[in-house]
């Protein structure tokens, strides 16, 4: 079991990848205004972007309470973060939004699963940092939907594909983060990585059932 400066640690290097990770979100959101087809889209996605980088600010605020070193806890998995953020880089409008849609919803998933093995200091700062993503997921799923009915099943197919390698890739990510440093399992207990990414697969499936969009995944 984990000593009480163990689990201090490892909070702090959990929160720092999640830094580094709103950091990585702010470079797609920027990333996806060169693809919108109007200024008016572009305007509202700079908006997005904005937003990712004040959440980044919230959490990292937090990090900077939780450790002395805390660009030390934002390194230790970035290798990791790295290989999944170049991997799902997007290469048009309505992958980025794919990647908008499931990614912030994922993430708003395990803000509220993580809550529960946090202080509640730090739980707090997760929350409003990862959650509350309902105008961008909005935006998001209506961009997939008009693609959709313009497009077909050629959009369909893209956005499958697109989605698949998003999910594939984070469970890499997860597996290399896991290698990596001991963490995660130590903030979430024995078998608590386990749980965790079945909870978030079947939230991300049912969701997916609701909007129509099953053969996404």
Known sequence: MATAEQLKASIADVIGALCYALLCSFEAATH???SAPTTALAERQAAFATEEYERYRVLRARLNELTSEPDRSMEAFRLALDVFYRSTVAEDWLESQVFQFVGGTITTDF??????????????????SLTDRGDQEIFALDQIMEALSRDGDGAQQRMRT????????ALNTLREALETSDALEVVLGEGGTKEVVLELLGRHRERL???GLDSIE
């Open 32 to 34: 996806a205004l060169k």
């Open 111 to 128: 803000a509220d699963i993580i809550g529960a093995r946090l202080d509640e200091d730090t739980a707090a700062a997760v929350r409003r």
């Open 162 to 169: 697109f989605a698949g390698t998003m999910v594939g890739q």
């Open 209 to 211: 059932e609701r909007l």
